[in-house]
């Protein structure tokens, strides 16, 4: 069952929720300019009958949590020329701010640690969580994401150039945007289900539309720089997925991220894109709670006493 929960205040953010199952706690980070209704219910109800308590949520700056009024950000060719040549961006806000929003989200819900899954832009901001926070952490899953090195975020120009299109005006539009961006990063192996990607992008629209929030998102993502080196400092056990045709962001990223984390378990799903089709789910789940489940093992055995082993 989803339960709809009210905004909590997170240090001055306000967040929007929504509760799925019961069990230890696991908190869904969702991409760039993506609402928390990304992580589709039949996806996240699945993983709930793993036993885990979903939180999924909405990022500051993007459907019903607080948006960043007056905060400017320099215009999208002047951000993608500055970071190609290593120049900071005077962004309003980083992924490091973005990483505690999700810290002080497990403050409100009273949860001392959780499992921490991120997908794209999301998986960058649960990797910087894991490096700030580690401590708040029983296990992270990275998916579909990269280190922040600025040679990983090189796309194929068709997925780029659907990515940045000019925003949706109403909810048609934002249904075949949707559609067209879908056909674009989708992998060969996985059927896209077309009526789900409009209905999905419709209630988007009509749940909050507002693109300087994404416009927001890039500029965090752009001003945050590589985290490899802090990466390479990671005791929390890590899992990367990535599919193997991912044209938004390269498998290259996620193979990056594996190597940089100690200990970290890769996996790369053949023939999938930047999305997380229906085929794929049981890859996915069963990949993310066997992760989990170990992590609890290796918990539980660093928490017993000799006597009790």
Known sequence: M?????????????????????????VLVMGIGAQLIYWPDGFCEALARRGFELIRFDNRDVGLSSKIHGAEVPAFGTMVLRAAFGLPIAAPYTLSDMADDSAALLDALGFERAHLVGVSMGGMIAQTMAIRHP?????????????????????????????LGPAPQNRDEAADRAEAFYRAVGGPRFPLDIESVRKRAARSFDRCSYPVGFLRHLAAILASGSRTAALRQLTVPALVIHGSADPLIRPGGGRATARAIPGARLEIIEGMGH???????????DAIVSHARAAGFRRSAVNSSPGQL
């Open 2 to 26: 989803i339960l709809p929960m009210p905004q909590v205040s997170a240090k001055g953010i306000d967040l929007h929720y929504e509760s799925i199952g019961r069990g230890e706690p696991m």
């Open 275 to 285: 999305d997380l089709p229906e085929g794929a789910w049981p890859l996915i789940i």
């Open 135 to 163: 401590e708040r952490l029983h296990s992270l899953t990275s998916i579909m994401s990269h280190t922040g090195d600025r040679r990983f975020m090189v796309s194929r120009p068709g997925a780029l150039r659907v990515l």
